[in-house]
Nanobody, 124 residues
Framework: QVQLVETGGGLVQAGDSLRLSCAASGRTSSRTSMGWFRQAPGKEREFVAA????????LYADSVKGRFTISRDNAKSTVYLQMNTLKLEDTAVYYC?????????????????WGQGTQVTVSS
């Protein structure tokens, strides 16, 4: 089993920045990609960003491209999501997840482990 704990969420104003962290523990194996997803009230969970094991490959949803940056520190078993120029529509619960894949994907069904989520609220 892999445990994932997200931190860093909060209440911010539109245009502000926020950095989310996701720490992995347990049976973390090598060559796994990690991703961030979000779910707004009344909506389905959607892909935000993903990063390969070595960090050399990243993938972003069009809605966050140019504003969000995903990175990882394998020595700390942690993945980050730097969110800049936040918009009202970024309000959601953000989840990190692990996929036993060497590459990246935005497909929810390819992810094996999920965190409990952290709330991000953007106000005007």
């Amino acid at each position: 089993q892999v445990q994932l704990v997200e931190t860093g969420g909060g209440l911010v104003q539109a245009g502000d920045s926020l950095r989310l962290s996701c720490a992995a523990s347990g049976r973390t194996s090598s060559r796994t990609s990690m991703g961030w997803f979000r779910q707004a009230p009344g909506k389905e969970r959607e892909f935000v960003a993903a990063i390969s094991w070595g960090g050399g490959i990243t993938l972003y949803a069009d809605s966050v491209k140019g504003r969000f940056t995903i990175s990882r520190d394998n020595a700390k078993s942690t993945v980050y999501l730097q969110m800049n120029t936040l918009k009202l529509e970024d309000t959601a619960v953000y989840y990190c997840a692990v996929a036993n894949l060497a590459t990246v994907t935005g497909l929810i069904r390819r992810y094996d482990y999920w965190g409990q989520g952290t709330q991000v609220t953007v106000s005007s």
